[in-house]
């Protein structure tokens, strides 16, 4: 049975690694510079601030940690912006974002944390989109990778718009 979209889960775990839904406690500390233990020095990102003013409290599609379980480390973060709204066409839809610290990438590290969140949003049959440079070519390797097959424009910023339907 399909989940439903209020009811993603919030726990994740691969292989490697553990996807952790940010709580206000690690919130604050990225907001603030305050360091965590337990964090890569190179965490937090400049995209992991941007991320934090997309949490909310609770929100299974908000904001994680990418926690490298061989080192107990946070490498880098993943998310939806949000919970999915209907499309143009009413099909549920919601945006991703993906990133590692330096050290981490190259290792196929945000392929499977990709994967693995991609699996939930299928199960509750949303279409996930992804907004990349298109000078990044290792995110668009991994959005390749991923299935995100279709290029629906770019962002006022010059980033393709890739979508990849539900599976």
């Known amino acids: 049975m399909a989940e439903s979209v209020e009811q993603a889960p919030a726990g994740v775990v691969t292989e490697r690694l553990a996807l952790v839904l940010w709580d206000e406690p690690t919130v604050t500390a990225i907001r603030s510079g305050e360091r965590l233990s337990g964090w890569h020095p190179d965490f937090p990102r400049e995209d992991d601030l941007g991320a934090a003013t997309l949490w909310r409290d609770g929100d299974p599609w908000g904001p994680r940690s990418i926690v490298s379980l061989k080192q107990r480390l ?34 196929g590290l945000a392929t499977e944390a990709l994967g ?26 991994v959005a390749a990778k991923a299935g995100f097959t279709a290029v629906r424009g770019s962002t006022e910023d010059g980033e393709l718009v890739l979508v990849r339907p539900p599976r």
């Not at 999915?84 to 974002?97: F, L, R």
């Not at 991609?118 to 000078?135: K, M, T």
């Open 116 to 141: 693995a969140l991609l699996a939930r949003a299928d199960a509750a049959g949303v279409r996930v989109r992804a907004s990349v440079a298109p000078d990044n070519a290792a995110s668009l390797r």
């Open 74 to 107: 946070v490498i880098g973060s993943i998310g939806f912006f949000g919970p999915p709204e209907p499309a143009a066409d009413d099909v549920p839809e919601v945006e991703v974002g993906y990133g590692l610290v330096a050290a981490a990438r190259g290792y």
